[in-house]
């Protein structure tokens, strides 16, 4: 039968020390930097439109010591990414848009296809997020 034996080692208690006491913020400035590596590639693929609004309203939330979140507070945001069903769209009075012939009272709207682009940007933006990942875990078993 085997055994492990530990011995004090004046070289190796303050690296272990050391990474006890940075720990915290190391593993703040992780998150933080994959969460950044994650919005880039979200806004990579975040659908333009006429006014920008989704790109330039899509934000990281930060809430609590490790939980970061990347979403947009546009209404747009959720039809955009789960799509529509055909539905009718009524005036009040009128629905007018450039190039229309006349103002209208009522359109068929034909729905819009889902487009789940943060799915994407999740699965493009792994491969970087591990090397950042990969990064912090040598820094802790002092690589």
Do not use: C
């Not at 994650?38 to 693929?45: G, I, M, R, S, V």
């Not at 790109?55 to 970061?68: E, M």
């Not at 955009?80 to 009522?106: D, S």
Request: glycine share 6%; charged share 20%; hydrophobic share 40%.
């Amino acid at each position: 039968m085997g055994f492990v034996q530990f011995t004090k080692d004046d070289q190796v208690t303050p690296f272990v020390q050391d990474t006890l006491d940075n720990l915290p913020g190391l593993a703040e400035v992780t998150i933080d930097d994959v969460t950044n590596i994650f919005l880039e590639y979200d806004l990579l693929y975040t659908p333009v439109g006429q006014t920008h609004e989704l790109y330039d309203q899509t934000f990281i939330d930060i809430d609590g010591f490790l939980d970061r979140s990347i979403w947009s507070p546009v209404p747009q945001w959720d039809y955009v990414i789960e799509g529509t069903p055909p539905h009718e769209i009524f005036g009040n009075p009128w629905l007018y848009w450039p190039g229309a012939l006349h103002p209208v009272r009522h359109v068929h709207h034909p729905g819009t296809i889902a487009n789940d682009y943060p799915a994407l940007a999740f699965m493009d933006g792994m491969p970087d997020a591990e090397v950042r990942l990969d990064e912090f875990l040598d820094r802790l078993v002092g690589d």
